[in-house]
């Protein structure tokens, strides 16, 4: 999915660490997200959860958009033409409706319920995304990876996998990244990480062992969830410093309850955010622009999407300054 915006901020950020091990109990942080139009002549509207000013990484989850569930006979769904990435990998992981997705990878491939698609930009990539004829209600996350500055120049690739459920506790889990209850994803991706579907039955509890070593994110989809003793409501994300070995869920409603549950080592290098691009300086952004703008073979071309390709908004007159999660107490 492309950051759409029109006025794209430029973002420098990095992750602050802490090893508090001691604390049995993690202190959960609550992030509540903004909402973005996605684009278009009737701009589906986006809950964008990161980055935010509160906090801009968890491990090297960098950006989480948030969509639906959206009646597209109103909005139009989604229809996001070509657009580029670098430095990056995009997550795609829906709850109903589905997404044709193309690439320059010469990817053709299509983002269902409980399929994970991954992408990795690299050097360059570009890619659309548009909803099917068929889909009468869209519904999903689109989530980014940071790449580590060994790896950002890295090939463009794509993967699928579609992850076995697993019942537990009154709790279906679908891990697409990473390990968690006995159950790991053959994934491949380039620093430790987490990323799994926890959908809970109506006042189920579920205690998770996890790995101190990473920070968590808890988005909420639909229903009122209790994590390590914080009621998260819908949409909203309670985040999890490292240090803790358990984590438990608890869904307060009188129906199930979904989440996604997101986690990595803190990202410990400054990155540069702005568009769809994500590089180590100012310098980095206006090359990628600049090759973009002048279809240049770094993001090779995306075949048989019906329309022109995205143009790459306005820089910034300024270099930001870095942003840094803020240090934990």
């Keep these: ?126 890619h659309s995304e548009v909803s099917t004829p068929g889909t009468t209600v869209l519904h999903g996350v689109q989530l980014w990876l940071a790449l580590p500055g060994e790896h950002r120049h890295t090939a463009r690739d794509f993967q699928h996998h579609v992850p076995e459920p697993l019942r537990i506790d009154g709790a279906e889990l679908r891990v697409f990244l990473g390990s968690l209850a006995g159950q790991a994803s053959p994934v491949r991706t380039f620093t430790p990480l987490l990323g ?26 639909h229903g009122e969830v209790r994590m390590a003793g914080t009621l ?19 869904n307060e409603s009188a129906d199930t309850a979904r989440t996604v549950l997101l986690g990595g080592t803190p990202f410990e290098e400054e990155i540069v955010m702005w568009w769809n691009f994500i590089g180590r300086s100012h310098d980095d952004i206006v090359r990628a622009r600049e090759e973009w703008q002048n279809a240049s073979d770094r993001f090779g071309a995306v075949e048989g999407y019906p329309g022109d390709r995205l143009p790459a908004p306005a820089l910034p007159n300024a270099v930001i300054t870095p942003r840094k999660n803020p240090a934990r107490r």
């Design 232 to 250: 998260l409501h819908p949409a909203e994300l309670g985040y999890a410093a490292p240090g803790t070995e358990t984590l438990t869920l608890v």
């Design 1 to 126: 999915m492309s950051n759409v915006e029109a006025e794209s901020a430029e973002v420098r950020c990095g992750a602050a660490v802490d090893d508090r091990r001691e604390a049995k109990v993690p202190e959960i942080e609550v992030l509540t997200p903004r909402e973005v139009p996605l684009g278009g002549p009737r701009a589906m509207p986006v809950r964008r959860t990161l980055p935010q000013r509160a906090r801009t990484l968890i491990g090297a989850w960098c950006f989480a958009d948030h969509y639906g569930p959206d009646d597209v006979a109103k909005t139009g769904g989604m229809d996001v033409a070509p657009h580029p990435h670098t430095g990056l990998q995009t997550v795609s992981w829906l709850f109903s409706g589905e997404i044709e997705h193309r690439d320059s990878l010469g990817s053709h491939a299509f983002v269902r319920p409980g399929e994970l698609n991954l992408m990795t930009g690299g050097y360059g990539i570009s």
């Design 196 to 221: 799994a579907e926890i959908v809970l039955d109506a006042g189920a509890a579920i205690t998770l062992a996890v790995d101190p070593d990473f920070e968590h994110g808890l988005l909420v989809d």
